[in-house]
């Protein structure tokens, strides 16, 4: 599986912790769409640094309380270095 489309849904950050950790799939996908989440959090955004392979991930829509611009920037900071170290 490259592509999962979770957006709509009722998952958690919880939820995306059990799929960073256990899904057949974590090495291989490429693209995550987790727009108008509403259970996303911060911790459940930076679970998706278990997701090694992920070069898409879109969350449109999920400003709410619970998710802050910190985790995203600090999401994007994490990729912007992971990828220095690859090239």
């Known amino acids: 599986l490259q ?3 979770l957006s709509g849904t009722k998952v ?15 090495h291989s ?23 090694g392979s992920l070069c898409e991930l879109d969350i449109f829509g999920c400003c709410n309380s619970k998710l ?3 985790a995203c920037s600090n999401l994007l900071t994490y ?5 220095q170290l690859t090239r």
């Open 68 to 70: 802050s611009l910190a």
């Open 29 to 51: 996908l490429r693209c995550l769409k987790l727009c108008y989440l509403s259970g996303l959090d911060d911790l459940g955004l930076l679970e998706v640094k278990g997701l």
């Open 12 to 26: 958690t950050g919880k939820g995306i912790k059990y799929l960073t950790q256990h899904a057949a799939f974590v």
């Open 79 to 83: 990729r912007s270095a992971e990828n």
């Open 3 to 5: 592509a999962l489309g």
